[in-house]
């Protein structure tokens, strides 16, 4: 089993026609997802040959969906014109749209976020699950991969991954390779993210064959905060933490837009109690990290 995306997922790709897109559509496939096609405005009726597979172009996200019961999407559209392929998936009924584009201005986000979750409330059926921007995307090993991680650093197994860091996502996903993951979650580091810690908290707490949780966090906002008060209450596997950034000078961003540290408020220091205080084991580096979850997973049934 698995969060968000599974064997049966039918993706999309919007923006296939482009380098990135046609680079990471060939990697998806070599993964096993199930690529049904790809969205280009203007480009409707083509078809691109990949290794294995001659998938049709669509000239929107609807024909799309019609054509092919197209289930997710993954975006590879430039900055500018990422808010209107958002909202035109939101609108197509795209049950999981990941958005891989980096650079997309804090207000589209917002714009397409809220969409998303305006659909929700009218028509719960088919209300779309974003995850990014400025992303890896989602990955359940084994099955299929949406986005931009690399399928072949790990296995299937019982451990869930939620991070805002993409590099720090690979990492522990290769650190624990031999125990394998369940489903791995990037959900970006922009002020606006369609997908909390939160939210993936929640679904693997309720996924029956996640055994434990490795949350990967960063400095900036109160996100890993709100995420602690959340694993005290409603949590009961065992989670383990760790949080980028100790070493951050204040009042600097680093890397991600939200990334921002300002007085005591964001510090790596200041989330690391919150989770602790919560009963998180919070590794003070990548590898110390991956070890706490080693012994965690040695003590599980």
Do not use: W
Not at 12 to 36: D, N, W, Y
Not at 80 to 91: H, P, Q, S, T, W
Not at 120 to 143: D, E, F, H, W, Y
Not at 191 to 213: K, M, N, S
């Amino acid at each position: 089993m698995a969060i968000l995306l599974t064997k049966d997922s039918r993706i999309i790709v919007q923006g296939m026609t482009g380098a990135e897109g046609r680079k990471h559509t060939q990697r998806m496939l070599r993964a096993g997802s199930q690529i049904v096609g790809g969205v280009t405005p203007g480009k409707g009726g083509q078809t691109i040959d990949f290794e294995g597979a001659c998938l049709p172009v669509f000239g929107t996200v609807a024909e799309s969906v019609a054509a092919t019961g197209a289930d997710v999407s993954v975006v590879f559209v430039p900055p500018r014109f990422a808010k209107n392929a958002v909202l035109e998936a939101i609108d197509a009924g795209i049950e999981l749209v990941v958005v891989i584009t980096e650079g997309i201005p804090v207000h589209d986000a917002a714009v397409f976020c809220a969409h998303a979750g305006a659909t929700g409330l009218a028509a719960p059926s088919v209300r779309t699950r974003i995850v990014g921007p400025n992303c890896p995307g989602v990955i359940t090993p084994g099955a299929s991969n949406a986005g931009i991680i690399p399928a072949d650093i790990t296995g299937p197994g019982r451990i869930g991954l939620v991070s805002k860091s993409g590099t720090l996502t690979y990492q522990m996903m290769y650190e624990l390779r031999d125990i394998g993951f369940s489903t791995c979650v990037g959900i970006g580091g922009d002020p606006v993210i369609g997908t909390t810690h939160i939210d993936a908290l929640q679904a693997f707490e309720d996924d029956p064959d996640t055994a434990a949780i490795v949350m990967i966090g960063e400095i900036g906002g109160d996100a890993e905060e709100r995420a602690a008060d959340y694993i005290k209450a409603h949590v009961t596997k065992p989670v383990i933490g760790y949080i980028a950034g100790f070493t951050a000078p204040e009042g600097k961003t680093m890397g991600h837009a939200g990334a921002i540290v300002s007085g005591s408020s964001g510090t790596a220091a200041a989330k690391k109690d919150a989770l602790e205080a919560a009963g998180v084991q919070v590794g003070t580096t990548p590898s110390g990290t991956a070890e706490l979850m080693r012994e965690i997973m040695k003590s599980l049934p």
